[in-house]
């Protein structure tokens, strides 16, 4: 703990209590607005620094001991003291006790993949590096070395803007929480906004790991008391208030939040805290600068705040003239316009992709527009603010006293609007898309909702009474953020839905309001039970907030497993990569089998952010072979520099293999390595967690048990494998290698009607089980569109459902038989003014069979279990070679015009009539269990799957006829003839009957 940096907050702490004191006592208040503006000074603060790339522990301590220095009253003052009520000190002290035991742990997001890991990794990379932006050296290095066609294929692994495959890929195909924001500079900017994540920085330096969960503990816990203190100004009678801060206390939904690495929280401190300085208005005018600069603060932390600032600021135009009109008006605007100016500049790309996505699709939006168009609206909104409703009009501030209590009845207009829109549009549709606001029902309730609704209709004659004041303004622009929050929720644009996930963004507005509502429903029907039975008041008291409270308290009762520390243990795995991968290596993350984003994305993208390795995407064998071509060979000796240290982190190959079937779960790892390359090291790793099982129209009471497989492979040279390597261009092949007769241009240019032939000899063809195509760098756009044929069949370049991309490396393609001829055939599409038009071919590269890395180096196993097995105990699972042959393998044409393969998500259609038909596919082992997985079927009874080797059959499997998640057949066995196998997947049914596979499963036999 960076022990400066601590004083310097308990400095900052002290000097702002003093100040505080020398205006107003020190109470629950007090403490809750200054923790809300301690935070957010701090946070801003470090996203200042952060920016400016320099946010380390000794210049944020110096920057908050000077803001510490200006805010002390260095002037002598009396502090205004408040006499203490010890019951009701007490009391919160208990409440707030109790809901930080119900939010202790906090849930530890060590892996990438999720928003929560996502905040919580870049504050993990911001605390190492010391800035928000970072630099990638292998992409900048590959998109800037236009002389390697490795450098090639691993520029085309990362889209510019602009090309067409990257539409629609989410963070740019970078990472999670990362954009690549310029390809050809390596410049990688954040996803989302910064506060939060700054915050979390702060947090890691004060309290190591933990300190994130602490941060949004406490966080939690003022919130809370902010919802306590609000309630007490709000609520006719102040003793019903503890009730509605207890029902946020222990609502499930709220804990879950409060427990989780996400902005919600923070917004919602923020909100809630600002709701509260501006109810303090009526009395202390100078609290509603506070609130502003808090409410504004929500835009530092969510781009929610930009959306619903035009709702706030309309509203602002009905506050009554006078000395503080414009004060609070002028901080929310300039933390407002600051916040919008700082992000537009530094996240751009994900804005972009966000109002493209939700708004204008058909604009091409910039960051400096983006700002313009908010300083057009905000003159246009000032100038309307001054000529219509400011002290010089004749009639606007009459116009503003009439429209000032008819407020509250527009926004509950509005309020129902937006839910009974909600409501017919959820009716209508039982199908994504979804809507956040599906999560309304179950995760709030349906009695706290019910009493919500009776609530805010008693509630709005008399606030429609009182609304008067500039601080009554003020709240009603609150409450014009929660309609305006509720229309946006309603939207139906989510492709999934989780009800804990996508319901916590009711957490921070929707929430709180309903609580509010809620209680002040229960205190109107005490009241009227008072008024006519005295005696039955505290009972009636009592029995009213237990109907309010016990709905919410029930699940933690009922499912106590609700509260469960969600991947307890999953930080073990990022750590037992980093003691085996130095930190000078290359990792080339990913794999084609069940879990490759959750490789590349979580464990390996966690990797990076946490311990700062290289890390590169690795998409398919064939890619994978190019990169590690140009990071072990031609990158180091077109450098002259000795090649870095690289391992291969791939997933299991496929489905893990029923227990069942060998006496114990197997898992496959696909280690075949291309020559010249060999493993020299070999760890597989299982990660095992639990997490609530998501839900859609309950709370989650159940728990999945998850498993992550994944084996490490550092991967070197053989100097003794020769690769026969034939090369083209001027100068380069004169005369043609022995074994090799060229027909064509020696030139390596290329035709799309006339082939470039290359005739193998019997000698050099038996040596050979695979060919590599390797375009000239400058036409690796072009290489995409070349026809590749191996004894006059076509090859694919490219698996179904996956976009075109620039790459230079086409293969390896393995062989069946001894190749006799390979033809190469230009592109069709034409680039006019290259020296090839059609393409360039810079080289054919013959290889040997594939090589095990299992059989290469010793095999170390990790079985990373959860802390507590539940009950459950885990059976690790056994490794053993295998090959996972799914939608990301090259097949070929499903028909004579070349129509691919229909591909939904990650998996096949079949259908009677037309085989999935792989291409030959090169294997280590001798003998396997052979399975197919389906995703879904809806078959015939009699409906049988085919599966052929080499157009033998090896047998047919019996899927259900129905069925909607995967399945795996029993196994089939089989034993192999050669190196390569051809296999072939047919569907014997009626017409109209359709399963979807996943992958046909290899799991080796051989010891």
Same mark, same amino acid.
């Given at each position: 703990m960076p022990v400066g940096l601590g004083l310097s907050i308990v400095a900052l702490t002290i000097a702002s209590i003093r100040r505080w004191r020398a205006r107003a006592p020190l109470d629950l208040e007090a403490a809750v607005l200054l923790a809300a503006l301690l935070m957010g000074g701090i946070g801003g603060a470090a996203v200042l620094l952060g920016i400016m790339g320099v946010l380390t522990p000794g210049a944020l301590a110096a920057v908050l001991v000077a803001v510490a220095l200006l805010l002390r009253p260095w002037a002598s003052t009396a502090a205004i003291a408040a006499p203490i009520d010890r019951r009701r000190l007490l009391f919160t002290m208990a409440l707030l006790l109790g809901a930080a035991a119900l939010r202790w742990p906090a849930v530890d997001h060590a892996l990438a993949g999720r928003d929560q890991g996502t905040y919580a990794l870049r504050a993990a990379s911001t605390a190492r590096t010391g800035t928000f932006d970072v630099v990638d050296p292998i992409v900048r290095d590959a998109a800037s070395d236009g002389g390697s066609p490795g450098a090639a294929d691993i520029a085309g692994l990362y889209p510019r803007r602009g090309e067409a495959w990257r539409e629609d890929v989410y963070e740019a195909g970078y990472r999670p929480g990362w954009y690549l924001a310029d390809r050809e500079a390596g410049r990688v900017v954040p996803q989302f906004l910064h506060l939060f994540p700054a915050l979390c920085t702060v947090a890691l330096w004060l309290g190591g790991d933990d300190g994130?969960?602490?941060?949004? %503990? %406490?966080?939690?816990?003022?919130?809370?008391?902010?919802?306590?203190?609000?309630?007490?100004?709000? %609520?006719p009678d102040p003793r019903w208030a503890p009730v509605a801060a207890a029902a946020l206390a222990i609502s499930p939904l709220a804990i879950w939040v409060h427990r989780n690495t996400l902005t919600e929280t923070l917004t919602g401190m923020l909100t809630l805290a600002a709701a509260l300085a501006f109810a303090r208005g009526r009395e202390h005018a100078e609290d509603l600068v506070v609130g502003a600069a808090l409410l504004a603060g929500t835009a530092w932390v969510r781009g929610n705040a930009w959306i619903t600032a035009p709702v706030v600021l309309a509203t602002l135009w009905l506050v009554p003239a006078g000395p503080s009109r414009h004060r609070a008006t002028a901080v929310f605007v300039a933390v407002l316009a600051s916040g919008i100016a700082v992000h537009a500049l530094t996240v751009f790309p994900y804005l972009h992709d966000e109002l493209a996505r939700q708004f204008a699709r058909w604009s091409e939006p910039s960051g400096l527009a983006l700002v313009g168009a908010f300083g057009v609206g905000l003159l246009a909104w000032w100038s309307l603010d001054e000529i219509a409703f400011g002290p010089r009009s004749s009639r606007g501030p009459a116009i503003a006293a009439r429209l000032r209590p008819a407020l509250p009845w527009a926004l509950a207009l509005g309020l129902g609007a937006a839910i009974a829109t909600w409501a017919v549009r959820a009716e209508t549709h039982a199908s994504p898309p979804w809507s956040r606001l599906d999560a309304m029902l179950p995760g709030i309730g349906p009695v706290l909702l019910a009493a919500a609704a009776l609530g805010l209709l008693l509630a709005l004659p008399a606030w429609a009474r009182r609304v008067q004041s500039g601080a009554d303004v003020w709240l009603v622009a609150i409450a014009g953020l929660v309609v305006t929050t509720a229309w946006a929720y309603a939207n139906r644009n989510l492709p999934k839905f989780g009800l804990y996930y996508y319901g916590r963004y009711l957490v921070p507005e929707l929430l709180p309001a309903a609580c509010l509502a809620g209680t002040f429903a229960a205190s109107w029907v005490h009241a009227a039970i008072a008024r006519r039975r005295a005696a039955l008041s505290p009972i009636g008291a009592t029995l009213l907030a237990a109907l309010l409270l016990g709905p919410l308290a029930w699940p933690l009762v009922a499912?106590?497993?609700?509260?469960?520390?969600?991947?307890?243990?999953?930080?073990?795995?990022?750590?037992?990569?980093?003691?085996?991968?130095?930190?000078?290596?290359?990792?080339?993350?990913?794999?084609?089998?069940?879990?490759?984003?959750?490789?590349?994305?979580?464990?390996?993208?966690?990797?990076?952010?946490?311990?700062?390795?290289?890390?590169? &995407?690795?998409?398919?064998?064939? #890619?994978?072979?190019?990169?590690?071509?140009?990071?072990?060979?031609?990158?180091? #000796?077109?450098?002259?520099?000795?090649? &870095?240290?690289?391992? %291969?982190l791939v997933n299991e190959a496929t489905h893990v293999l029923a227990a069942s079937v060998r006496g114990a779960p197997v898992a496959a790892l696909d280690d075949g390595l291309p020559p010249p390359f060999r493993a020299a090291s070999v760890t597989v790793l299982e990660l095992v967690t639990d997490r609530l099982t998501p839900t859609n129209d309950a709370l989650p009471g159940a728990v999945t048990r998850d498993a992550l497989r994944m084996g490490l492979v550092e991967v070197v040279v053989d100097p003794a494998v020769d690769v026969p390597r034939i090369g083209f261009g001027e100068g380069v092949m004169d005369p043609a290698?022995?074994?090799?007769?060229?027909?064509? =241009?020696?030139?390596?240019?290329? =035709? &799309?009607?006339?082939?470039? #032939?290359?005739?193998?000899?019997?000698?050099?063809?038996?040596?050979?089980?695979?060919?590599?195509?390797?375009?000239?760098?400058?036409?690796?756009?072009? #290489?995409?569109?070349?026809?590749?044929?191996?004894?006059?069949?076509?090859?694919?370049?490219?698996?179904?459902?996956?976009?075109?991309r620039s790459r230079a490396t086409l293969g390896p393609f393995a062989t069946s038989t001894p190749v006799r001829r390979i033809e190469v055939r230009g592109s069709p599409r034409d680039s006019p003014d290259a020296r090839c038009p059609h393409g360039e071919l810079r080289e054919v590269r013959l290889l040997g069979p594939e090589r095990s890395a299992l059989d290469d180096a010793t095999l170390e196993s990790i079985v990373l279990a959860p802390p507590r097995d539940l009950g459950h105990p885990i059976a690790p699972v056994r490794w053993v070679s295998g090959r996972g042959l799914s939608r990301l393998r090259p097949q070929a044409p499903r028909d004579g015009a070349g129509d691919a393969t229909a591909a939904r998500a990650n998996a096949l259609v079949l259908v009677p009539g037309t085989p999935l038909a792989f291409a030959p596919e090169p294997q280590t082992a001798a003998s396997f269990d052979v399975v197919v997985n389906l995703t879904a079927s809806a078959l015939s009874a009699d409906a049988r799957v085919a599966v052929f080797a080499d157009d033998v059959l090896v047998g047919r499997v019996d899927p259900p006829d129905r069925r909607d998640r995967s399945w795996q057949s029993p196994p089939l066995s089989f034993s192999a003839s050669g190196p390569v196998t051809r296999w072939r997947l047919e569907l014997e049914g009626d017409d109209g009957d359709t399963a979807w596979v996943r992958d046909v499963g290899l799991f080796s036999r051989t010891p």
């Open positions: 994130p969960g602490v941060l949004v %503990l %406490l966080q939690g816990l003022v919130c809370i008391a902010a919802l306590l203190a609000l309630a007490r100004r709000l %609520l499912t106590p497993q609700t509260r469960l520390r969600e991947y307890d243990g999953a930080r073990r795995i990022v750590d037992a990569l980093a003691e085996r991968v130095p930190e000078d290596a290359i990792v080339v993350a990913g794999g084609e089998g069940w879990h490759h984003g959750h490789t590349f994305n979580q464990v390996a993208g966690a990797l990076a952010m946490r311990y700062g390795r290289s890390i590169v &995407p690795y998409t398919s064998r064939e #890619a994978a072979y190019a990169t590690l071509h140009d990071l072990l060979l031609d990158g180091p #000796a077109a450098r002259g520099t000795a090649p &870095p240290r690289v391992f %291969l290698p022995r074994g090799i007769v060229l027909t064509g =241009d020696r030139s390596g240019c290329l =035709d &799309p009607g006339q082939p470039l #032939a290359l005739d193998v000899s019997p000698e050099l063809a038996a040596r050979t089980a695979a060919i590599v195509v390797v375009a000239a760098p400058e036409h690796a756009a072009l #290489a995409e569109g070349w026809s590749v044929s191996i004894d006059g069949e076509a090859r694919a370049n490219r698996a179904p459902g996956i976009a075109a």
